[in-house]
């Protein structure tokens, strides 16, 4: 990074490194981004494992999605809820009405399914 003076204007040349050292780190990020896609793996989640049916799966396979599932719902009520109370206590961008409220759970990762569970979670709560 080029030295600039305290309380003097940069000259042409510093001008142009800073804006060559710019491209090269935007360059750089763009590349990362693309290597993330590149290496991304989608994680499946097999919620049928709870239920009574037969799946073409060993027992310890059912074991593996079970934890897997279990893991998920325990993020879902002690991280994903108390994230998206939090941000309706703070009001950003509480949801007036039942499209904005679908928006508003989707943007905080919960379905709205969730809906019930998080109404009992703050049904005895004072309102601020």
Do not use: C, W
Not at 39 to 44: E, F, H, N, R, S
Not at 58 to 66: R, T
Not at 82 to 94: D, I, S, V
């Amino acid at each position: 990074m080029p030295k600039i003076e305290e309380g003097k204007q940069p000259s042409e040349e510093q001008i142009k490194e800073i804006q060559t050292l710019k491209n090269e780190l935007g360059l750089k990020k763009v590349r990362h981004f693309e290597q993330l896609v590149k290496d991304y793996k989608p994680i499946i989640f097999n919620n049928n494992v709870f239920k009574n049916v037969n799946l073409a799966m060993s027992a310890e396979e059912i074991k593996v999605e079970q934890e897997k599932v279990r893991e998920l719902a325990k993020y879902l009520k002690e991280s994903a809820l108390t994230n998206l109370l939090k941000a309706m206590q703070k009001n950003e961008g509480t949801p007036t009405d039942s499209h904005s409220m679908k928006e508003f759970f989707h943007q905080n990762g919960v379905n709205m399914r969730y809906l019930g569970m998080l109404a009992n979670e703050v049904k005895d709560k004072p309102l601020n």
